[in-house]
């Protein structure tokens, strides 16, 4: 079991950025594939960024593509969310989660689940 405490969440403008990092307790970390999934209210959780052990395989949704970014630095235990242009439309708690090695962009295959973390975007 992976231990995720997620932070960086924040109020922002639209257009503006904000980073989130998700730290994992497990010394193992390096051989986890971490995902970013975010729910908004009413909504249903949804993908968002999705990296592999190595690092040398990240997926987005389309909604993102091209404004977040997905990075680990596994000598800290940290996965991080780079998001830039945000917009309204992103407002949502973020979820960091993982699974052993292999990235998925489905939220029922991660077994870890952080806290979450608030993002709002104002217009």
């Known amino acids: 079991q992976v231990q995720l405490v997620e932070s960086g969440g924040g109020l922002v403008q639209a257009g503006g950025s904000l980073r989130l990092s998700c730290a994992a307790s497990?010394?193992?970390?390096?051989?986890?594939?971490m995902g970013w999934f975010r729910q908004a209210p009413g909504k249903e959780r949804e993908f968002v960024a999705s990296i592999d052990w190595s690092g040398s395989k990240t997926y987005y949704a389309d909604s993102v593509k091209g404004r977040f970014t997905i990075s680990r630095d596994n000598a800290k235990n940290t996965v991080y969310l780079q998001m830039n242009s945000l917009k309204p439309e992103d407002t949502a708690v973020y979820y960091c989660?993982?699974?052993?090695?292999?990235?998925?962009?489905?939220?029922?295959?991660?077994?870890?689940w952080g806290q979450g973390a608030q993002v709002t975007v104002s217009s």
């Open positions: 989660a993982a699974r052993p090695f292999r990235a998925t962009t489905n939220h029922g295959d991660y077994d870890d």
């Open positions: 497990r010394r193992t970390f390096s051989s986890y594939a």
